[in-house]
Protein backbone atom coordinates (compact mmCIF):
# COMPACT_ATOMS: atom_id res chain seq x y z
CA UNK A 1 0.00 0.00 0.00
CA UNK A 2 1.66 3.37 -1.28
CA UNK A 3 1.93 6.46 0.79
CA UNK A 4 -1.45 9.25 -0.49
CA UNK A 5 -1.10 12.54 0.59
CA UNK A 6 -4.67 13.86 0.58
CA UNK A 7 -5.40 16.86 -1.52
CA UNK A 8 -7.25 20.29 0.06
CA UNK A 9 -8.38 21.58 -3.18
CA UNK A 10 -9.03 18.93 -5.42
CA UNK A 11 -11.32 20.91 -7.46
CA UNK A 12 -9.18 24.19 -7.97
CA UNK A 13 -11.30 26.11 -6.03
CA UNK A 14 -11.97 26.06 -2.07
CA UNK A 15 -16.16 26.23 -2.75
CA UNK A 16 -16.06 23.79 -4.84
CA UNK A 17 -14.40 21.48 -3.20
CA UNK A 18 -15.86 22.46 0.36
CA UNK A 19 -19.36 21.95 -1.51
CA UNK A 20 -18.97 18.52 -2.91
CA UNK A 21 -17.48 17.12 0.11
CA UNK A 22 -20.67 18.17 1.86
CA UNK A 23 -22.55 15.90 -0.49
CA UNK A 24 -22.34 12.90 1.18
CA UNK A 25 -23.86 14.97 4.73
CA UNK A 26 -26.76 15.95 1.92
CA UNK A 27 -27.24 12.64 0.99
CA UNK A 28 -27.89 11.23 4.19
CA UNK A 29 -30.29 14.10 4.81
CA UNK A 30 -31.81 13.62 1.70
CA UNK A 31 -32.62 9.85 1.62
CA UNK A 32 -33.78 10.24 5.63
CA UNK A 33 -35.57 13.42 5.92
CA UNK A 34 -36.91 13.62 1.91
CA UNK A 35 -37.23 10.12 1.05
CA UNK A 36 -38.39 9.03 4.89
CA UNK A 37 -35.87 6.09 4.54
CA UNK A 38 -34.51 4.08 7.44
CA UNK A 39 -31.89 5.18 8.80
CA UNK A 40 -29.02 2.40 7.77
CA UNK A 41 -30.02 2.93 4.27
CA UNK A 42 -29.45 6.74 4.82
CA UNK A 43 -25.67 5.60 6.25
CA UNK A 44 -25.59 3.51 3.35
CA UNK A 45 -25.68 5.47 1.22
CA UNK A 46 -23.96 8.32 2.45
CA UNK A 47 -20.75 6.01 2.76
CA UNK A 48 -21.30 4.88 -1.21
CA UNK A 49 -20.95 8.36 -1.97
CA UNK A 50 -18.27 9.39 0.21
CA UNK A 51 -15.98 6.47 -1.13
CA UNK A 52 -16.96 7.73 -4.73
CA UNK A 53 -15.92 10.67 -3.93
CA UNK A 54 -12.64 9.64 -2.23
CA UNK A 55 -11.51 7.30 -4.82
CA UNK A 56 -12.59 9.61 -8.06
CA UNK A 57 -12.36 13.30 -6.86
CA UNK A 58 -9.55 12.98 -3.73
CA UNK A 59 -7.48 9.88 -5.68
CA UNK A 60 -7.49 8.39 -3.28
CA UNK A 61 -6.48 4.16 -3.88
CA UNK A 62 -9.02 2.00 -3.52
CA UNK A 63 -7.46 -0.30 -1.20
CA UNK A 64 -7.15 2.37 0.79
CA UNK A 65 -10.25 3.33 0.73
CA UNK A 66 -11.66 0.13 1.53
CA UNK A 67 -9.17 -0.25 4.66
CA UNK A 68 -10.43 3.12 5.75
CA UNK A 69 -14.39 2.08 5.83
CA UNK A 70 -13.21 -1.42 7.80
CA UNK A 71 -11.47 0.54 10.37
CA UNK A 72 -14.51 3.06 10.20
CA UNK A 73 -16.56 -0.33 11.07
CA UNK A 74 -14.32 -1.29 13.86
CA UNK A 75 -13.93 1.89 15.63
CA UNK A 76 -17.99 2.77 15.42
CA UNK A 77 -18.38 -1.05 16.60
CA UNK A 78 -15.77 -1.24 19.69
CA UNK A 79 -15.43 2.26 21.45
CA UNK A 80 -19.20 3.54 19.78
CA UNK A 81 -21.42 1.15 19.89
CA UNK A 82 -20.13 -0.68 23.24
CA UNK A 83 -21.44 2.55 24.73
CA UNK A 84 -24.42 3.19 23.44
CA UNK A 85 -25.25 -0.20 24.45
CA UNK A 86 -24.43 -0.50 27.85
CA UNK A 87 -26.05 3.45 28.35
CA UNK A 88 -29.17 1.21 26.88
CA UNK A 89 -28.51 -1.32 29.41
CA UNK A 90 -28.59 0.91 32.11
CA UNK A 91 -31.74 2.99 30.52
CA UNK A 92 -33.88 -0.17 30.70
CA UNK A 93 -32.75 -1.14 34.18
CA UNK A 94 -33.87 1.42 35.35
CA UNK A 95 -37.64 1.50 33.56
CA UNK A 96 -37.45 -2.19 34.86
CA UNK A 97 -36.75 -1.25 38.89
CA UNK A 98 -38.82 1.56 39.05
CA UNK A 99 -35.18 4.12 39.42
CA UNK A 100 -36.87 5.77 36.05
CA UNK A 101 -40.11 6.47 37.55
CA UNK A 102 -38.50 7.71 40.58
CA UNK A 103 -36.25 9.94 38.80
CA UNK A 104 -39.03 11.80 37.10
CA UNK A 105 -40.87 12.07 40.79
CA UNK A 106 -37.49 13.84 41.68
CA UNK A 107 -36.94 16.23 38.55
CA UNK A 108 -40.74 17.10 38.92
CA UNK A 109 -40.56 17.90 42.54
CA UNK A 110 -37.02 19.55 43.00
CA UNK A 111 -37.63 21.31 40.28
CA UNK A 112 -40.65 23.04 41.82
CA UNK A 113 -43.53 22.34 39.39
CA UNK A 114 -42.51 25.30 37.28
CA UNK A 115 -42.16 23.54 33.57
CA UNK A 116 -39.27 25.81 32.16
CA UNK A 117 -36.90 25.00 35.04
CA UNK A 118 -38.21 21.57 34.24
CA UNK A 119 -36.99 21.92 30.76
CA UNK A 120 -33.86 23.34 31.97
CA UNK A 121 -33.18 20.49 34.61
CA UNK A 122 -34.86 17.92 32.27
CA UNK A 123 -33.09 18.58 28.72
CA UNK A 124 -30.11 20.24 30.02
CA UNK A 125 -28.27 19.82 33.05
CA UNK A 126 -29.72 16.08 32.97
CA UNK A 127 -29.17 15.68 29.06
CA UNK A 128 -25.37 16.72 29.45
CA UNK A 129 -25.12 13.99 32.04
CA UNK A 130 -26.24 11.49 30.03
CA UNK A 131 -24.28 12.50 26.59
CA UNK A 132 -21.03 12.70 28.39
CA UNK A 133 -21.65 8.96 29.81
CA UNK A 134 -23.24 7.49 26.72
CA UNK A 135 -23.81 10.41 23.65
CA UNK A 136 -25.02 8.93 20.10
CA UNK A 137 -28.57 10.31 20.56
CA UNK A 138 -29.12 8.72 23.63
CA UNK A 139 -29.15 12.02 25.68
CA UNK A 140 -32.17 13.02 23.20
CA UNK A 141 -34.17 9.64 23.58
CA UNK A 142 -34.31 9.88 27.48
CA UNK A 143 -34.94 13.12 28.16
CA UNK A 144 -37.19 13.54 25.72
CA UNK A 145 -39.37 10.32 27.38
CA UNK A 146 -38.82 11.90 30.78
CA UNK A 147 -40.20 15.23 29.68
CA UNK A 148 -42.98 13.09 28.35
CA UNK A 149 -43.72 11.77 31.69
CA UNK A 150 -43.48 15.26 32.70
CA UNK A 151 -46.33 16.08 30.66
CA UNK A 152 -45.06 17.79 27.76
CA UNK A 153 -46.32 17.32 24.48
CA UNK A 154 -44.08 14.80 22.28
CA UNK A 155 -42.89 17.58 19.90
CA UNK A 156 -42.16 20.01 22.27
CA UNK A 157 -40.02 17.28 24.09
CA UNK A 158 -37.84 16.40 21.48
CA UNK A 159 -37.36 20.07 20.17
CA UNK A 160 -36.05 20.81 23.84
CA UNK A 161 -34.03 17.90 24.02
CA UNK A 162 -32.14 18.28 20.96
CA UNK A 163 -31.75 22.27 21.17
CA UNK A 164 -30.16 21.31 24.51
CA UNK A 165 -27.67 18.62 23.48
CA UNK A 166 -26.13 21.45 20.89
CA UNK A 167 -22.80 22.51 23.73
CA UNK A 168 -22.57 19.26 25.38
CA UNK A 169 -22.15 16.93 21.73
CA UNK A 170 -19.20 19.08 21.25
CA UNK A 171 -16.87 16.65 23.66
CA UNK A 172 -19.75 13.84 24.13
CA UNK A 173 -19.48 10.38 25.31
CA UNK A 174 -15.94 10.20 26.67
CA UNK A 175 -14.70 12.60 24.73
CA UNK A 176 -15.33 10.88 21.93
CA UNK A 177 -14.92 13.68 18.90
CA UNK A 178 -12.06 15.56 20.34
CA UNK A 179 -10.25 12.24 20.86
CA UNK A 180 -10.93 11.26 17.12
CA UNK A 181 -10.13 14.79 16.06
CA UNK A 182 -6.54 14.43 18.08
CA UNK A 183 -5.78 11.28 16.19
CA UNK A 184 -6.96 12.05 12.79
CA UNK A 185 -5.22 15.50 12.91
CA UNK A 186 -2.20 14.56 14.69
CA UNK A 187 -2.72 17.58 16.68
CA UNK A 188 -1.93 17.75 20.50
CA UNK A 189 -5.32 16.58 22.09
CA UNK A 190 -4.91 18.59 25.04
CA UNK A 191 -4.35 21.85 22.52
CA UNK A 192 -7.91 20.68 21.34
CA UNK A 193 -9.86 20.57 24.27
CA UNK A 194 -8.57 23.68 25.27
CA UNK A 195 -9.62 26.01 22.35
CA UNK A 196 -13.18 23.65 22.46
CA UNK A 197 -13.39 24.98 26.18
CA UNK A 198 -12.82 28.12 25.48
CA UNK A 199 -15.43 28.64 22.71
CA UNK A 200 -18.33 26.93 23.92
CA UNK A 201 -18.77 28.07 27.42
CA UNK A 202 -19.77 31.13 25.79
CA UNK A 203 -22.73 29.11 24.40
CA UNK A 204 -23.49 26.88 27.28
CA UNK A 205 -24.30 30.20 29.24
CA UNK A 206 -26.78 31.11 27.55
CA UNK A 207 -28.38 27.94 26.59
CA UNK A 208 -30.86 27.50 29.68
CA UNK A 209 -32.03 31.33 28.73
CA UNK A 210 -32.08 29.90 25.06
CA UNK A 211 -34.45 27.16 26.33
CA UNK A 212 -36.94 29.22 28.47
CA UNK A 213 -37.66 31.39 25.65
CA UNK A 214 -38.09 29.04 23.36
CA UNK A 215 -40.60 27.23 25.56
CA UNK A 216 -42.43 30.33 26.94
CA UNK A 217 -41.28 33.73 25.44
CA UNK A 218 -39.02 36.08 26.71
CA UNK A 219 -41.44 36.93 29.49
CA UNK A 220 -41.22 33.20 30.81
CA UNK A 221 -37.41 34.34 30.54
CA UNK A 222 -38.20 37.14 33.32
CA UNK A 223 -39.67 34.43 35.43
CA UNK A 224 -37.20 32.02 35.83
CA UNK A 225 -33.70 33.93 34.41
CA UNK A 226 -32.22 33.36 38.06
CA UNK A 227 -32.73 29.59 37.71
CA UNK A 228 -31.63 29.67 33.48
CA UNK A 229 -28.22 31.71 35.13
CA UNK A 230 -27.26 29.80 37.54
CA UNK A 231 -27.29 26.25 35.40
CA UNK A 232 -26.07 27.84 32.76
CA UNK A 233 -23.52 29.61 34.82
CA UNK A 234 -22.12 26.81 36.66
CA UNK A 235 -22.43 23.86 34.07
CA UNK A 236 -20.37 26.81 32.08
CA UNK A 237 -17.69 27.38 34.43
CA UNK A 238 -17.07 23.73 35.11
CA UNK A 239 -16.35 23.13 31.13
CA UNK A 240 -14.14 25.75 30.61
CA UNK A 241 -11.62 24.86 33.93
CA UNK A 242 -12.40 20.57 32.77
CA UNK A 243 -11.62 20.98 29.35
CA UNK A 244 -8.23 23.45 30.01
CA UNK A 245 -7.01 21.94 33.24
CA UNK A 246 -8.31 18.03 32.78
CA UNK A 247 -8.92 16.91 29.72
CA UNK A 248 -11.75 15.79 27.18
CA UNK A 249 -12.44 12.92 28.87
CA UNK A 250 -15.01 14.16 31.71
CA UNK A 251 -15.92 17.55 30.96
CA UNK A 252 -19.59 16.94 30.01
CA UNK A 253 -20.06 14.38 33.41
CA UNK A 254 -18.32 17.20 35.85
CA UNK A 255 -19.88 19.96 34.49
CA UNK A 256 -23.55 18.80 34.14
CA UNK A 257 -22.83 17.21 37.80
CA UNK A 258 -22.17 20.19 39.28
CA UNK A 259 -24.82 22.42 37.10
CA UNK A 260 -27.29 19.65 38.57
CA UNK A 261 -26.32 19.96 42.20
CA UNK A 262 -26.22 24.19 41.91
CA UNK A 263 -29.52 24.43 40.57
CA UNK A 264 -30.69 22.08 42.89
CA UNK A 265 -29.31 23.72 45.64
CA UNK A 266 -30.57 27.44 44.46
CA UNK A 267 -34.45 26.22 44.12
CA UNK A 268 -34.16 25.48 47.63
CA UNK A 269 -33.67 29.09 48.57
CA UNK A 270 -35.59 30.67 45.24
CA UNK A 271 -38.88 29.88 43.28
CA UNK A 272 -40.02 31.72 40.80
CA UNK A 273 -43.52 34.26 41.57
CA UNK A 274 -45.72 32.81 38.99
CA UNK A 275 -45.16 28.66 38.29
CA UNK A 276 -46.47 27.38 34.77
CA UNK A 277 -47.29 23.58 35.55
CA UNK A 278 -47.89 20.86 33.09
CA UNK A 279 -51.05 18.75 34.08
CA UNK A 280 -49.60 15.25 34.05
CA UNK A 281 -51.59 11.72 34.49
CA UNK A 282 -48.62 10.81 36.77
CA UNK A 283 -49.50 7.38 38.59
CA UNK A 284 -47.26 8.17 41.48
CA UNK A 285 -47.53 11.58 44.06
CA UNK A 286 -44.15 13.75 44.28
CA UNK A 287 -45.39 14.36 47.73
CA UNK A 288 -44.36 10.97 48.70
CA UNK A 289 -40.98 11.06 47.60
CA UNK A 290 -38.49 10.59 50.45
CA UNK A 291 -35.05 10.93 51.07
CA UNK A 292 -34.89 7.21 50.01
CA UNK A 293 -36.60 7.26 46.99
CA UNK A 294 -34.27 10.35 45.85
CA UNK A 295 -31.44 8.59 46.68
CA UNK A 296 -32.45 5.50 44.74
CA UNK A 297 -33.21 7.20 41.75
CA UNK A 298 -30.10 9.25 41.16
CA UNK A 299 -27.87 6.12 42.52
CA UNK A 300 -27.29 4.30 38.79
CA UNK A 301 -26.54 8.14 37.26
CA UNK A 302 -24.08 8.84 40.03
CA UNK A 303 -22.54 5.44 39.70
CA UNK A 304 -22.19 5.44 36.09
CA UNK A 305 -20.20 9.21 36.34
CA UNK A 306 -18.27 8.38 38.92
CA UNK A 307 -16.85 5.67 36.79
CA UNK A 308 -16.37 7.29 33.85
CA UNK A 309 -14.44 10.90 35.89
CA UNK A 310 -12.19 7.93 37.27
CA UNK A 311 -11.78 6.36 34.03
CA UNK A 312 -10.97 9.78 32.55
CA UNK A 313 -8.44 9.85 35.54
CA UNK A 314 -6.71 7.14 34.67
CA UNK A 315 -6.33 8.16 30.97
CA UNK A 316 -5.06 10.66 31.47
CA UNK A 317 -2.89 9.70 34.01
CA UNK A 318 -1.36 6.91 31.44
CA UNK A 319 -0.97 9.84 29.08
CA UNK A 320 1.60 11.44 30.99
CA UNK A 321 3.16 8.00 32.12
Not at 260 to 269: D, S
Amino acid sequence: MHAWSQPIDPLHGIAVSAAVAALPLAVVLVVMGVLRKPGYLAALSGLICSLLLACFIWQMPVNLALVSVSYGFVYALWPIMWIVFTALWLYNLTVETGKFDLLRCWMEHHASGDMRVQAVMVAFCFGALLEGTAGFGAPVAVTSFLLLALGFTATRAVTLSLIANTTPVAFGALGIPIVALAAVTGLDQMKLSAMVGRQLPFMSLLLPAYLVIFLSGRKGLRDVWPAALVAGGSFATVQFLVANYWGPYAVDVLASLISIVALTCFLRVWRPKESVHLHTNASRSVRGLTLRDSVHAWTPWVLLALVMILWSYFKIFQKFQ
